[in-house]
């Protein structure tokens, strides 16, 4: 493994970091034969990581969340000694990540999005990268962050008036509370199942704004970015539009007498 020529195919310098810091991980792996993880990724973050560990044929990690279909999540590297653990089932997750429970008290029950609940941790000083998913329920939140800032995350939004009077618990990762997603259902029209006629009907946009933002590699179709304006989506599909949404093509439902599609369209609010 080269490090440096794999890092002269980076453009981005943000993105060129990202994955000197992997390599640096998979070196400290191999050299030292004991599990390392990243930081929680985005979407974006994730392809990129991805794509280097499949260019590299590197096979030893796990994608994890702490839960299925986790939208932020960490790559752990493990050496082949530890193959048959992970395999297996038999590593404790608990050891690279853990929630903080917070439990609002009655008379603010339902009052707080997920917007607030990262609002209050970016305002205590956490970094974003430290943080999983935020699950979000009427009775208050789990927070999904890596175990070396779970504790001092707890410390900190204590103080915020924001949650006064709310509980706060430090769980193991297996007894997070998950709650399915709301989602909506949209009928679109399109002449196609092109990826940029898709796009620009599901968050209600121009073609050529939807073209801009896929090259601007905002879009993530199952996870990858997305960069050919033409690709063509199928049923199952799943659409993330980076400050826009999520969506997941439901069924093509019929043909209107124009020749264009109607497509039905879930999307997560």
């Known amino acids: 493994m080269n490090k ?14 990202l994955v000197s810091k992997l390599l640096d991980k998979i070196e400290f792996v ?36 702490g839960y299925e279909n986790a939208e932020r999540v960490m790559i752990i590297l ?22 903080l429970r917070i439990i609002l008290p009655n008379e603010m029950r339902g009052k707080y999005s997920h917007r607030d609940y990262l609002g209050g941790v970016i305002k205590v000083g956490i970094r974003r990268e430290k943080i999983g998913d935020i699950i979000v329920g009427i ?7 890596t175990k070396d800032i779970v504790s001092l995350l707890k410390v900190s939004l204590e103080e915020l008036t924001r949650f006064s009077k709310s509980i ?41 704004k939807a073209i801009d933002i896929i090259n601007q590699e905002r879009v993530f179709i199952n996870g990858e970015v997305a ?20 969506f997941e093509i439901s069924k093509i439902l019929n043909s209107t007498k124009k020749g264009n599609l109607v497509v039905e369209i879930e999307k997560y609010i």
Do not use: C, W
Request: cysteine-free; overall charge negative.
């Open 168 to 208: 706060y618990e430090i769980h193991k990762i297996e007894d997070i509370n998950v709650i399915a997603p709301k989602t909506e259902v949209i009928n679109i029209i399109v002449p196609s199942m092109r990826m940029d006629s898709i796009v620009s009907e599901a968050i209600r946009t121009s073609r050529a």
């Open 4 to 17: 440096q020529e794999i890092l002269n195919n980076i453009d981005s310098e943000d993105d060129r970091l």
């Open 139 to 145: 009775d208050g939140a789990d927070i999904i962050a």
């Open 78 to 99: 493990y050496p082949e000694k530890l193959e048959t653990v992970f395999e297996n089932k038999y590593f404790d997750y608990n050891n690279v990540a853990q929630i």
């Open 30 to 65: 191999e050299t030292k034969n004991s599990v390392q993880t990243t930081d929680f990724l985005g979407i974006h973050q994730k392809a990129i990581l991805e794509k280097i560990l499949k260019n590299i044929k590197y096979t030893n990690y796990e994608i994890y969340g």
């Open 227 to 246: 960069k050919k304006n033409s690709k063509m989506l199928k049923e199952g599909d799943k659409i993330t539009v980076r400050g826009k949404g999520r």
